[in-house]
T-cell receptor
């Protein structure tokens, strides 16, 4: 499968600060990346779809001014949690969509995740 | 009714057992079906993917899709303690803007 990296793997920050999480596609160029968050013992919740060179598409209920997404290149997308609060503490995971044809083209490969703790 | 339903578990089996994990779905537009394995504090790892109905085998893992019944399964043969993880089914429609819809996941524990 494709290799996707995330940085940092974990971060602790004070309430009110901003945190940037990077997601890199190491195996292929990805026009589409996705950002998810996951709370303990729950499934993944899609936050937004990140398209290279255009604005991200946010899911209903996700504040786009709070979760800034930038997809400036075909291998890098960033998620910035602005003015973080304790309720933003979660596990953030990015994924890369395989842009090839056929069944594999509909699969997503996930990064290792970033654990955010806001104090 | 949720689009994808997955047995909540948890599930505990002895080493060597055959494990059957299942999901049902309601959206007939789903064409692609995947199983992901997620270890604690890690991102999901793609295990199996299938397109439309049928079976697919990869080592100890077999994925089955029955579109007429809107039912998918993952079988694990000769289960190992290293298979202990959360298993998520996922599915999507065709198309460039398709998103994955996940089941809630089931936690499997394989006892040595």
């Amino acid at each position: 499968g494709a290799v996707v990296s995330q940085h940092p793997s974990w971060v602790i920050c004070k309430s009110g600060t901003s945190v940037k999480i990077e997601c890199r596609s190491l195996d292929f160029q990805a026009t589409t990346m996705f950002w998810y968050r996951q709370f303990p013992k729950q499934s993944l919740m899609l936050m937004a779809t990140s398209n290279e060179g255009s604005k991200a598409t946010y899911e209903q209920g996700v504040e786009k001014d709070k979760f800034l997404i930038n997809h400036a290149s075909l291998t890098l997308s960033t998620l910035t949690v602005t003015s973080a609060h304790p309720e933003d503490s979660s596990f953030y995971i990015c994924s890369v969509r395989n842009s090839g044809r056929g069944p594999l083209g509909e699969t997503q490969y996930f990064g290792p995740g970033t654990r955010l703790l806001v104090l | 009714q949720k689009e994808v339903e997955q047995d909540p578990g948890p599930l505990s089996v002895p080493e060597g057992a055959i494990v059957s994990l299942n999901c049902t779905y309601s959206n007939s537009a789903f064409q692609y079906f995947m199983w992901y394995r997620q270890y604690s504090r890690k991102g999901p790892e793609l295990l199996m993917y299938t397109y439309s109905s049928g079976n697919k085998e990869d080592g100890r893992f077999t994925a089955q899709v029955d579109k007429s019944s809107k039912y998918i399964s993952l079988f694990i043969r000769d289960s190992q303690p290293s298979d202990s993880a959360t298993y998520l089914c996922a599915m999507s429609r065709a198309g460039a803007n398709s998103k994955l819809t996940f089941g809630k996941g089931i936690t499997l524990s394989v006892r040595p």
